[in-house]
């Protein structure tokens, strides 16, 4: 059972901006700055898009974004592109663990 | 090339027991945390277990593994593994190993990833 919470999909047309709500609690996503987010396209390993709750690792486009307020964290891309298209999950810490979220399918129309 | 490459999958019957690795490169092995996260069949991902740099002296476990599973590390082998034991059907997946993103530092993120192996349990 996740304990962080994600939309099942979300879509969006070449161009446009989503946002990918990650919703905890306060003994994760709201006591700690250390959400992180995965991009996985079918068949590949996971590759982190944020960390920290707001950086980009080196190579990440800028088009990529994390933010929190309170018990949500977000993701959000702009100027969507085709290659886009993928599961993206959210990851906190959460005292002594951690949890993805249930992941999101991002579709672009 | 910063790498990580796990083996060790297969099937298995329930009850039985597996061990995974993970070899390094590329990197300063000791410096980094390590994970193990796993995905179901058509599932999410799953944090599973992580072990600090060094001598690995802290290590925490998702509830579904705890008291199964063992997360460890060789440094004279650049080597990560997962004894897994009792083993239920529910641990069908593919098994990722993991780097966080800073040295020294747990639950930042995780930016090298290995390919995956593939255990059954059945």
């Known amino acids: 059972q996740s304990a962080l919470t994600q939309p099942a999909s979300v879509s969006g ?3 446009q901006s989503i946002t990918i709500p990650c919703t905890g609690g306060s003994s994760d996503v709201g006591s700690y700055n250390l959400v992180s987010w995965y991009q996985q396209h079918p068949g590949k390993a996971p590759k982190l898009m944020i960390y920290e709750g707001s950086k980009r690792p080196s190579g990440v486009s800028n088009r990529f974004s994390g933010s929190r307020s309170g018990n ?4 959000t891309i702009s100027g969507l592109q085709a290659e886009d298209e993928a599961d993206y999950y959210c990851f906190s810490y959460a005292g002594d663990r951690a949890f993805f979220g249930g ?3 991002l579709t672009v129309l | ?16 027991s ?8 590329g990197f300063s092995f000791s410096s980094y945390v390590l994970h193990w996260v796993r995905q179901a069949p058509g599932k999410g991902l799953e944090w599973v277990a992580l072990i600090s740099s060094d001598d690995g002296a802290n290590r925490y476990y998702a509830d ?12 004279s082998e650049n080597t990560l593994y997962l004894q897994m034991n009792s083993l239920r059907t529910e641990d069908t997946a ?3 190993c993991a780097r966080d993103v800073l040295r020294y530092l ?3 993120g995780m930016d090298v990833w290995g390919q995956g192996t593939t255990v059954t349990v059945s």
């Open chain 2, 94 to 96: 593919v098994y990722y």
């Open chain 2, 64 to 75: 579904s593994v705890k008291g199964r599973f063992t997360i460890s590390r060789d440094t």
């Open chain 1, 13 to 15: 047309s070449p161009g």
């Open chain 1, 72 to 75: 949500t964290a977000s993701l």
């Open chain 1, 103 to 105: 992941g999101t399918k």
């Open chain 2, 18 to 25: 597996l061990r995974l690795s993970c070899a390094a490169s």
């Open chain 2, 1 to 16: 090339q910063v790498q990580l490459v796990e083996s060790g999958g297969g099937v298995v019957q329930p009850g039985k």
């Open chain 2, 106 to 108: 747990e639950w930042n």
